[in-house]
Antibody, heavy 122, light 107 residues
Framework: EVQLVQSGAEVKKPGESLKISCKASGYSFTTYWVGWVRQMPGKGLEWMGIIYPGDSNTRYSPSFQGQVTISADKSISTAYLQWSSLKASDTAMYFC???????????????WGQGTLVTVSS | EIVLTQSPGTLSLSPGERATLSCRASQSVSSSYLAWYQQKPGQAPRLLMYGASSRATGIPDRFSGSGSGTDFTLTISRLEPEDFAIYFCQQYGSSLTFGPGTKVDIK
């Protein structure tokens, strides 16, 4: 059974750093793209970017390029989403998802993690 | 960037009724690379359809998708109580973008 299990909710202050995780199981982690989707409170879904754990090839949405870092550790089948300096506007639910891709920017998401709520407040 | 518009914003129906949800793209979506997701409150989205008309694993056949080019439709033939949720379309023909969602609520 494919599962993506995300790390728990976080409460941070503006300017702090953060790394959240997404542990995959039930499939070959290195042969599927995995990525992140943001959902701000009461809003829709925004695609952030993806990584191919097999070779660490990474793609970002222009809206998130330079704002976050996506990485993966294939030895423990885990993907990460990282911020170096959080802002209040980063407050949102973040979902990881396994991507089925026809190319590196032509993907849909077939399995999702349960979400990690990130709250940034002074 | 391809912009997706979903209509209506909210659809109020009763169990057993037919639901028809629309997703329109600002430009043609190549190869009908259009997916639909269902999201219930407090839950992650769930893949319903991909390739405009292919049902994902485990999705009941009361869900169907159609369309090509710029106009796509998700149809739920007979609404079950568990189908009341928000539905998002997503195109993956040119990068990835989501529509704003259609909420299906109980009339």
């Amino acid at each position: 059974e494919v599962q993506l299990v995300q790390s728990g909710a976080e409460v941070k202050k503006p300017g702090e750093s953060l790394k959240i995780s997404c542990k995959a199981s039930g499939y070959s982690f290195t042969t599927y793209w995995v990525g992140w989707v943001r959902q701000m409170p009461g809003k829709g879904l925004e695609w952030m970017g993806i990584i191919y754990p097999g070779d660490s090839n990474t793609r970002y949405s222009p809206s998130f390029q330079g704002q976050v870092t996506i990485s993966a550790d294939k030895s423990i089948s885990t993907a990460y989403l990282q911020w170096s300096s959080l802002k209040a506007s980063d407050t949102a639910m973040y979902f990881c998802a396994r991507h089925r891709c026809y190319s590196s920017d032509s993907c849909y998401m077939d399995y999702w993690g349960q979400g990690t709520l990130v709250t940034v407040s002074s | 960037e391809i912009v997706l518009t979903q209509s209506p914003g909210t659809l109020s129906l009763s169990p057993g009724e037919r639901a028809t949800l629309s997703c329109r793209a600002s430009q043609s979506v190549s190869s009908s690379y259009l997916a639909w997701y269902q999201q219930k409150p407090g839950q992650a989205p769930r893949l319903l359809m991909y390739g405009a008309s292919s049902r994902a694993t485990g999705i009941p056949d009361r869900f169907s998708g159609s369309g090509s080019g710029t106009d796509f439709t998700l149809t739920i033939s007979r609404l079950e109580p568990e189908d009341f949720a928000i539905y998002f379309c997503q195109q993956y023909g040119s990068s990835l973008t989501f529509g704003p969602g259609t909420k299906v609520d109980i009339k």
